[in-house]
């Protein structure tokens, strides 16, 4: 192997162990990647989809689309120009992106790529502090570059919101298939480096808008602190379509609303319970006047003074690379 191929490859060995932090649902990390050359190749690991939850694939492939997107970040900061073709083959769906080097640029998203290493989902309640409009304003404009728009849930949509919670909420605790795959990736092996552990869960508290509850048997180990939610936004990440390459796109817009937030000095936590079951993603639909299909909600807000939320566990990146 030359000197140039090893550096390559090392490259895109070091993109892959940033892409290894991606958050995605129940912690699936339902991704594989293979080197060829100068190219990378993301593709779908259907063996981690959630055949309950996640039928259709919808969060599959969110959650690869927040890969190949921290992939990308890597790169740039390291001053690699990156071609990225996403879904480039009809005949083979779960090639979900071909990546290849296309040269030296100037790095660029220095914070974006620290952000990767700091970023984690918290579920404690956040403080009463506002998230800034122009904060929002600002995710707004970098989505659009994915074609994924921002809404915010105004005030008045709170209690219609907080229903259509609570109701996602019932029907995902009334569904044996989908409670059963919620316990296999509450309850893992030792060792998996994958799932959700009870140390980043927190217990049912009072706040605005209720949220998961990832143990029912109680074994949530995060206590929520004195926040409330009080100054917490809720945003949904819409798109005007509804195929696979909407919820890839929706991946990597959720991806920078996550990195930005972080880089901000805010916190944030998906809410995919609200899209995952169809009637409530319909409800959530509405409550945008129907302005387009309901990808993702996120939960943002001022974290309370205190620890850093706990990091969920990640496979070795050799586990995730196919070797040619």
């Known amino acids: 192997m030359s000197d140039r191929t090893s550096t390559t490859e090392e490259t895109l060995r070091s993109a892959v162990a940033a892409a290894r932090l991606a958050p995605s649902i129940f912690n699936t990390q339902p991704w594989r990647w293979q080197i060829r050359d100068n190219t990378l190749e993301l593709r779908a690991d259907r063996s981690r989809q959630l055949a309950a939850t996640d039928p259709d694939g919808r969060m599959l492939m969110i959650s690869c689309g927040v890969a190949l997107h921290h992939v990308r970040v890597a790169l740039a900061a390291e001053g690699h120009q990156a071609l ?21 640029a100037a790095p660029a998203g220095a914070r974006l790529r620290e952000a990767i290493a700091r970023r984690h989902t918290d579920r404690r309640p956040f403080a009463d502090t506002p998230v800034s409009e122009a904060f929002v304003d600002q995710l707004r404009t970098s989505s659009e570059t994915y074609g994924v728009y921002v809404a915010e849930l105004a005030r008045d949509s709170m209690v219609r919101f907080q229903v259509t919670a609570a109701r996602a909420g019932e029907l995902d605790e009334g569904d044996p298939a989908r409670q059963a795959e919620l316990l296999e990736w509450t309850h893992r092996p030792t060792g998996s480096g994958d799932g959700v552990p009870p140390a980043t869960a927190v217990p049912a508290t009072p706040r605005k808008i209720p949220l998961r509850t990832f143990f029912p048997d109680g074994a949530e180990g995060l206590l929520p602190g004195p926040g409330h939610d009080g100054g ?54 509405r409550l945008l006047d129907n302005l387009g299909h309901a990808q993702v909600a996120l939960r943002v807000g001022v974290p309370v003074a205190g620890e850093a939320a706990p990091e969920t566990p990640r496979r070795a990146v050799a586990e995730m690379i196919t070797e040619k």
Do not use: C, K, N
């Not at 916190?267 to 995952?276: G, K, N, R």
């Open 84 to 104: 990225v073709d996403t879904l480039p083959d009809a005949e083979d769906p779960d090639l979900v992106a071909r990546i290849t080097l296309a040269g030296a």
């Open 232 to 285: 917490a936004r809720y945003l949904v990440l819409w798109t005007t379509d509804d195929e696979p390459s909407d919820w890839l796109a929706t991946g990597q817009a959720m991806s920078l609303a996550l990195l930005e937030t972080t880089a901000s000095g805010l916190a944030a936590s998906p809410m995919t319970d609200v899209i995952e079951v169809p009637a409530s993603r319909m409800l959530l639909h």
